[in-house]
C-alpha cells in the first residue's frame, strides 16, 4: 500500500504465511467440492446454504455460488410459506451487506441483490438507498453502488423519486466535481424532472442553461478533469432524436433492366424489419428486397435487391415511354408512409457507362446529413450559445494554455460553427483548429493517432467545401489523409453521389499499408465505378493482403493504381490481379499510372 513503510521478513515467517495459505486455500477447495457435488445431486439443504454462505463472506465473487443460492430458493418456494420465504430473502439481503463489506464492488454481490428485491413482496427500497448512501460516502466513484441505485431507483422506488435522485447526484458532485457515475447519473434524471422534448439533451431550456453553469464551474475548478468535459459534451450534443428520412435514393437500368438501386437514410436502420421501403416505376412496386452493405445489419444505406429474374421491369409497363414511366422511393413504417422521393433522370458522363441512371436527392439533404452524423458539437443549439462556449474556452485557455480538454473541445465547436459561417470566419475557424491540434499531438503524444485523425476529419470538411468537388468527381488527392468518414453514420452528399473519387498522394490511404476498416465507407458509396487509390507495390506482392484492406465494389468500373514512388515500370502479380476482379466483378479496366 502507498505510504506504508516495506518491512522485511524472515524466512521463517514468510514460511509460515505460505503454510497459512495454502490451509485456507485448502479449506475453500473442499467446501466448493462440497457445494458442486451437493448441486450435481440436487440436495439443495441447509447445509448447502451454510458452506455457501462461509465462501461467499469471504470471496463474493464467485457467480456460482450466488447462482447456487437462487437455485435452493426456487426450491424452497416450492415447500416453505410466502412469509418463510420473504424470511429468507431478508437475510439473503443480510448476507450481501456482509458481503459487499468484503468488496463493494463486487458484480455477483450487486447483481444478486437486485434479484432479491425483485423477489420480495415488500422490498426494503427506502433502507436500500440508505445503504447507497453510506456505501457512496465511502467511495463516491463506486460506479457497481450508482447502478443499483438507479436501478433500485426507476424499477422500485415511489414518490418524487427522480427529483430525489437528480438532488442526490448534486449532492455529490458538491462534494466532489471530479465524480463520472454522478454526472452521468444527472443524463438519466434531469430529462425526467425537467423534460421537453423538442429541445437539445430533451430538458427545458432554462434547466439547460443552468446545468451549463454547473459544469462550467467545474471544468474552471479543474481543467484536466475529464469526467465535467464528458458532461459537458453531452449538454452540447444534438440531443432529440428524430425519424429517420430518404435523403438520396440512385436507379440503374440497362434495357429496361435494374442494374442496381440503393438508398440513403438519415440515420442507420435496419431494413424490411419495422421500416421498409418501396421501389416504384409508375404505380408498380418493384418486387425484390433490401439489404445493408457488407455484413452489416443496420445501415443508413440500403441496397435493393429485386426477386425477378434480372430485375425485369413488369411487362405491362413495357409499351410506357420514359416520360411516363415515373421513379420513387418510398420510406414505410408499418402500412404508414413516411417519406417519398422523386428519382430524376440524370446523363452520365462516365465513360464505360452503358446504363440509365435516375438520382433522387432532397433539398435539404447536405444540412440533414450533417446534423445527423454525430462527431462535433452543438449541431442542435444556436449559434450565439456556441460562440459563448468556445469564448469560454479561450478565457480557460489564457489560464491553461496547454489544457487538452479545453483545446480538443474548442476544435469540435469551431468544426461546427465553421460549417454555419459562409463568411469571412470561415477561414479563420479553420486554421484555429489546425493549430489547436498541431498543439494537442505535442502535449499528448500517446493520443496523437487519434488526433491526426481528427485532423484528417477538418482537412476533408474543408476538401468537401471547395472546388475539390465537381459534380460528381471527388477530388481528395494529396490532402495527407489519415481516415475516411465511418460508414455507421450518414456519409456526406459529395460522397454518395460521386461517380469518381481520388484517393492517392495519401500514403495513410494507400494499399495495402491502409488501416483495415478505414475504406469501410466506399462499400456504401452509391454511384462509385471509378476509384483512384495509391500503393505500394514493393509491398503489394501477395492476394493475402487484400482482405480487410478494401471492400468489395460490385459497381466498380475503373480501378487506378497510383505508385507511391517513382518506379517506372511497375508489374501487378497475376494473384493480385485475381483478387481484385473478385472484389471488383464488374471491372473493365485496371492499370498503375
Same mark, same amino acid.
Given at each position: ?48 446454504? %451454510? ?17 447456487? #443460492? ?38 455477483? =454481490? ?42 433500485? /431507483? ?27 457515475? =454522478? ?40 481543467? =484536466? ?32 433492366? !435494374? ?6 437514410? /438519415? ?30 445489419? $443496420? ?53 464505360? $457507362? ?113 472546388? %475539390? ?16 468518414? /465511418? ?36 462499400? $456504401? ?24 484492406? !478494401?471492400?468489395?465494389?460490385? #459497381? ?5 493504381? !497510383? ?31
Amino acid at each position: 500500500m502507498h505510504g506504508r513503510v516495506k518491512v522485511k521478513t524472515s524466512a521463517q515467517e514468510q514460511e509460515e504465511k505460505r503454510k497459512e495459505r495454502e490451509r485456507k486455500l485448502n479449506i475453500y477447495r473442499t467446501s466448493y467440492d462440497t457445494v458442486c457435488e451437493k448441486r450435481k445431486l440436487g440436495e439443495y439443504d441447509e447445509d448447502l446454504l %451454510r458452506v455457501t454462505e462461509q465462501l461467499l463472506c469471504g470471496n463474493p465473487d464467485v457467480s456460482t455460488l450466488w447462482n447456487v #443460492r437462487r437455485e435452493a430458493f426456487n426450491v424452497a418456494r416450492e415447500t416453505k410459506t410466502p412469509e418463510e420465504c420473504e424470511d429468507m430473502l431478508k437475510g439473503e439481503l443480510r448476507l450481501i451487506e456482509a458481503a459487499l463489506r468484503s468488496n463493494p464492488k463486487s458484480y455477483g =454481490a450487486w447483481h444478486h441483490r437486485m434479484w432479491v428485491m425483485e423477489s420480495m413482496k415488500t422490498p426494503p427500497v427506502s433502507q436500500d438507498l440508505m445503504l447507497c448512501g453510506k456505501l457512496l460516502s465511502m467511495d463516491a466513484r463506486n460506479f457497481h453502488c450508482w447502478d443499483y441505485r438507479r436501478w433500485l /431507483s426507476i424499477n422500485l422506488a415511489s414518490g418524487n423519486k427522480n427529483k430525489v435522485e437528480l438532488d442526490f447526484s448534486f449532492d455529490k458532485l458538491a462534494e466532489n466535481f471530479s465524480n463520472y457515475s =454522478a454526472w452521468h447519473y444527472r443524463t438519466i434524471f434531469l430529462p425526467a424532472v425537467h423534460p421537453d422534448e423538442s429541445a437539445p439533451c430533451s430538458i427545458t431550456p432554462e434547466q439547460h442553461k443552468k446545468e451549463l453553469e454547473l459544469v462550467q464551474n467545474a471544468v474552471f475548478t479543474d481543467p =484536466a478533469d475529464q469526467s465535467a468535459w464528458f458532461y459537458l459534451w453531452w449538454l452540447l450534443r444534438k440531443g432529440n432524436q428524430s425519424k429517420p428520412k430518404l435523403v438520396v435514393g440512385v436507379l440503374q437500368c440497362k434495357e429496361r433492366r !435494374i442494374v442496381s438501386a440503393s438508398l440513403a437514410l /438519415s440515420k442507420a436502420e435496419k431494413p424490411n424489419g419495422d421500416l421498409s421501403a418501396e421501389l416504384r416505376i409508375r404505380d408498380n412496386v418493384v418486387q425484390g428486397h433490401w439489404e445493408c452493405p457488407g455484413s452489416l445489419k $443496420h445501415s443508413h444505406v440500403w441496397v435493393f435487391v429485386p426477386h425477378v429474374e434480372e430485375g425485369n421491369i413488369s411487362p405491362e409497363l413495357d409499351s410506357m415511354t420514359e416520360e411516363e414511366l415515373d421513379r420513387s422511393i418510398i420510406l414505410k413504417e408499418g402500412d404508414k408512409v413516411m417519406d417519398v422521393l422523386q428519382l430524376v433522370r440524370r446523363e452520365s458522363l462516365e465513360e464505360g $457507362h452503358d446504363f440509365e441512371e435516375w438520382v433522387g436527392q432532397r433539398e435539404d439533404a447536405v444540412e440533414l446529413s450533417w446534423l445527423e452524423s454525430g462527431g462535433n458539437l452543438g449541431k442542435g443549439l444556436s449559434t450565439s450559445l456556441l460562440e459563448d462556449q468556445l469564448e469560454l474556452c479561450r478565457l480557460l485557455l489564457d489560464l491553461e494554455p496547454d489544457s487538452k480538454w479545453t483545446l480538443l473541445t474548442s476544435v469540435q465547436l469551431l468544426r461546427t460553427l465553421k460549417k454555419r459561417d459562409w463568411g469571412p470566419n470561415k477561414d479563420l475557424y479553420h486554421t484555429k483548429m489546425i493549430e489547436y491540434l498541431l498543439k494537442l499531438k505535442k502535449i499528448d503524444p500517446l493520443r496523437s493517432g487519434f488526433y491526426s485523425d481528427l485532423y484528417s476529419d477538418c482537412v476533408l470538411d474543408a476538401a468537401l467545401d471547395s472546388e %475539390r468537388v465537381k459534380s460528381s468527381f471527388l477530388d481528395l488527392s494529396s490532402l495527407s489523409l489519415t481516415t475516411l468518414p /465511418s460508414p455507421t453514420v450518414p456519409l456526406p452528399i459529395p460522397f454518395l453521389l460521386a461517380t469518381k473519387i481520388d484517393l492517392s498522394g495519401n500514403p495513410c490511404l494507400s494499399l495495402p499499408s491502409v488501416r483495415p476498416g478505414t475504406l469501410a465507407c466506399l462499400a $456504401h458509396l452509391l454511384r462509385l465505378t471509378h476509384l483512384r487509390i495509391g500503393a505500394d507495390f514493393s509491398k503489394l506482392v501477395s492476394s493475402n493482403s487484400l482482405p480487410g484492406i !478494401i471492400p468489395r465494389l460490385p #459497381r466498380l468500373l475503373n480501378l487506378e493504381l !497510383i505508385p507511391n514512388t517513382t518506379e517506372s515500370a511497375v508489374l501487378i502479380p497475376q494473384d493480385i490481379l485475381t483478387a481484385l476482379k473478385e472484389l471488383f466483378p464488374a471491372l473493365q479496366q485496371i492499370k498503375p499510372v
